[in-house]
C-alpha cells in the first residue's frame, strides 16, 4: 500500500498521533485463520472520518499485529491448561517502541526480545541440533538467549485495551460479515 517505507518512518507517524482515531484494521487478506478459522474473511479498514489521516491507518496496522497475536494467545489459555506468562518476540516489528508497548499492554504480559534478531532462524538451529545430539536439552542452549529489551505492561491500560480490542473484535465481525450485511 506503500504508507511507509522503514521502520523508522512508521514509528515516526505513529508518535504524531495519541490514539488511533477510531481506526481498525483487519489483516484478513486469505482470510482469518486461528481462532476465527473463516476463509471467507476480507481486509478491511473501518473507523474512517476525516479526521483520520495516514498515520492512523499506519498506527491500527500495527495495532492489528497485537490484536491478532492476542487473539492466538487468549484462545492457547482459554482452551488449555496453558497461562502464557510472557511473549519472547523477534522480527523486524520489534524495533518500533510503540509497536513493543502496546503489545505488552493489549496482552497485559511483559514482552521479552532476544539479542538474536531472527529467533526462528535459531529455533531451526536448536531442532537440528537436538536431533543430531549436539545438545543434550533445551536447558542447556538457555545460554545462548540473551535478552536486550525487557517491556513491561501498564496495568493502567487495562480498561482501555479492554476496549480497544472490543472495536478490534466488531471490526474483525464486518471482515467476515461485510457481505452479507449483518
Same mark, same amino acid.
Given at each position: 500500500?506503500?504508507?511507509?517505507?522503514?521502520?523508522?518512518?512508521?514509528?515516526?507517524?505513529?508518535?504524531?498521533?495519541?490514539?488511533?482515531?477510531?481506526?481498525?484494521?483487519?489483516? +484478513?487478506?486469505?482470510?482469518?485463520?486461528?481462532?476465527?478459522?473463516?476463509?471467507?474473511?476480507?481486509?478491511?479498514?473501518?473507523?474512517?472520518?476525516?479526521?483520520? !489521516?495516514?498515520?492512523?491507518?499506519?498506527?491500527?496496522?500495527?495495532? +492489528?499485529?497485537?490484536?491478532?497475536?492476542?487473539?492466538?494467545?487468549?484462545?492457547?489459555?482459554? @482452551?488449555?491448561?496453558?497461562?502464557?506468562?510472557?511473549? !519472547?518476540?523477534?522480527?523486524?516489528?520489534?524495533?518500533?517502541?510503540?509497536?513493543?508497548?502496546?503489545?505488552?499492554?493489549?496482552?497485559?504480559?511483559?514482552? =521479552?526480545?532476544?539479542?538474536?534478531?531472527?529467533?526462528?532462524?535459531?529455533?531451526?538451529?536448536?531442532? +537440528?541440533?537436538?536431533?543430531?545430539?549436539?545438545?543434550?536439552?533445551?536447558?542447556?542452549?538457555?545460554?545462548?538467549?540473551?535478552?536486550?529489551?525487557?517491556?513491561?505492561?501498564?496495568? =493502567?491500560?487495562?480498561?482501555?485495551?479492554?476496549? @480497544?480490542?472490543? !472495536?478490534?473484535?466488531? +471490526?474483525?465481525?464486518?471482515?467476515?460479515?461485510?457481505?452479507?450485511?449483518?
Amino acid at each position: 500500500m506503500g504508507l511507509f517505507s522503514s521502520w523508522q518512518e512508521l514509528e515516526e507517524h505513529v508518535e504524531q498521533i495519541p490514539n488511533n482515531g477510531g481506526v481498525y484494521f483487519v489483516p +484478513a487478506f486469505t482470510g482469518l485463520y486461528s481462532p476465527q478459522w473463516n476463509e471467507t474473511a476480507t481486509g478491511t479498514i473501518i473507523g474512517l472520518t476525516s479526521y483520520a !489521516n495516514k498515520s492512523h491507518i499506519m498506527r491500527a496496522c500495527l495495532e +492489528a499485529i497485537a490484536y491478532r497475536t492476542k487473539d492466538v494467545v487468549k484462545c492457547i489459555e482459554d @482452551n488449555s491448561s496453558i497461562k502464557i506468562q510472557k511473549l !519472547n518476540v523477534d522480527g523486524g516489528v520489534t524495533v518500533n517502541e510503540f509497536f513493543m508497548q502496546f503489545q505488552a499492554d493489549i496482552l497485559q504480559k511483559p514482552i =521479552e526480545k532476544p539479542s538474536i534478531k531472527e529467533a526462528t532462524c535459531f529455533g531451526t538451529v536448536v531442532a +537440528a541440533g537436538l536431533q543430531a545430539g549436539l545438545f543434550k536439552s533445551l536447558d542447556e542452549l538457555q545460554k545462548f538467549l540473551i535478552y536486550e529489551k525487557k517491556v513491561n505492561f501498564n496495568p =493502567e491500560q487495562k480498561e482501555l485495551m479492554a476496549s @480497544n480490542y472490543s !472495536n478490534w473484535l466488531s +471490526a474483525v465481525k464486518r471482515s467476515v460479515d461485510w457481505k452479507t450485511g449483518s
